[in-house]
């Protein structure tokens, strides 16, 4: 499908737009300054600059997990009687998408060349959360991204009849849990949880940047002001 359109670019001083075959699999991007003059880029691929890579993709899971788990909060509210709505995919999607999104950093995976160990993050004042981190980490291993082995997901079928039926009239029932909705107080305490390992895992950004600049001996931030980033996407 050959598209145009604006996406998220995670920067306050980002613009973009993207163009192409979304369905494709080969990625440019020109960085351009405001009067639409491309700049002098070459990309890095030293295991620094990789590792500085991965954590700013990391950085960008978390973002979306809160961003989610936000969202999940102000359709429902914060009070003691949530207002569920009577069409619940919304929340049941923002909660699922949540959960699996923050804990993909924690899960080793072809191309991924950072992968957060529990005690990188979970220290200090974050040493409290690791047990509810274990506790997402568990519904997403085990209900939402996989089939566990105990009652987190789990289908069941039933011969029902009445006493004074035979079987020849019996009905064949299935019956399963497919989601939980938490109470808002859970999904809050999810929210503090992302916010503290996002808190985390952006001082490492910041330190993984810092060395990189020590490795290619720069100097101060150059201030380039307003970027316009061009992303092309076509099949190879």
């Not at 993909?104 to 047990?131: C, H, I, M, W, Y």
């Not at 291993?141 to 019996?170: I, T, W, Y």
Request: some cysteine; aromatic content about 6%.
């Amino acid at each position: 499908m050959d598209s145009k359109g604006r996406f998220h670019i995670d920067g306050p001083n980002l613009e973009g737009a993207i163009t192409g075959d979304l369905a494709g699999s080969q990625i440019s991007v020109v960085f351009k300054d405001t009067n639409d003059v491309a700049l002098d880029q070459a990309p890095l691929e030293s295991p620094a600059a990789r590792r500085l890579a991965g954590l700013d993709m990391i950085c960008t899971d978390l973002k979306l997990s809160l961003r989610g788990f936000q969202r999940y909060l102000e359709i429902v509210g914060v009070d003691d009687e949530p207002t569920l709505p009577a069409d619940s995919v919304v929340i049941e999607a923002l909660w699922t998408s949540s959960i699996v999104t923050y804990c993909k950093p924690f899960v080793s995976a072809e191309g991924r060349t950072v992968v957060l160990k529990f005690n990188q993050v979970f220290k200090g004042d974050l040493l409290g959360k690791l047990e509810e981190h274990n506790k997402l980490m568990k519904l997403r291993n085990e209900h939402m991204a996989h089939c566990g082995a105990v009652g987190l997901q789990q289908h069941l079928v039933f011969l029902l009849k009445r006493p004074d039926q035979d079987q020849a009239g019996a009905t064949i029932q299935t019956w399963g849990i497919n989601a939980r909705l938490p109470h808002p107080r859970w999904v809050k305490s999810s929210l503090e949880l992302v916010t503290g390992v996002l808190d985390r895992v952006q001082a490492m950004r910041k330190d993984a940047e810092n060395g990189l600049r020590k490795e290619l001996n720069l100097g101060a931030q150059a201030d380039l002001g307003k970027l316009i980033i061009e992303v092309n996407v076509n099949k190879p």
